[in-house]
């Protein structure tokens, strides 16, 4: 079973960055699909960012595109989440999440008929 790690949350004034990382255990960032969702409160979970090895593709939420960035580094087993420009939307847990059993493409990730192993997230605040 994959564990995820996450760290990299905490409290800035809007307009600042983040960096969020996530290693995950069993590797496989060169394989499979994996990202990241957020849960702001009385809001349901929601994908924010994915990144697919298989065909490059690297997928965003709407509200986060020119200023989120997902990377990953498969030497280290991690992936990351650059978070610029944050704003009073952005405030949530953020989790990082793998498709279990693993998909290819970030097409399939997000589906919430899939089952996902979770890290135990991390906090983003915003202060304006």
């Known amino acids: 079973q994959v564990q995820l790690v996450e760290s990299g949350g905490g409290s800035v004034q809007s307009g600042g960055s983040l960096r969020l990382s996530c290693v995950v255990s069993l590797g496989g960032l060169d394989l499979y699909a994996i990202g990241w969702f957020r849960q702001a409160p009385g809001k349901e979970r929601e994908p924010v960012s994915c990144i697919s090895p298989r065909d490059g593709i690297k997928y965003y939420l709407e509200s986060v595109k020119g200023r989120f960035t997902i990377s990953k580094d498969n030497s280290k087993d991690t992936v990351y989440l650059q978070m610029d420009s944050l704003n009073l939307e952005d405030p949530a847990v953020y989790y990082c999440?793998?498709?279990?059993?693993?998909?290819?493409?970030?097409?399939?990730?997000?589906?919430?008929?899939?089952?996902?192993?979770w890290g135990q997230g991390t906090e983003v605040a915003v202060s304006s």
């Open positions: 999440a793998s498709p279990e059993p693993p998909v290819y493409y970030c097409a399939a990730y997000g589906d919430p008929t899939l089952h996902y192993e």
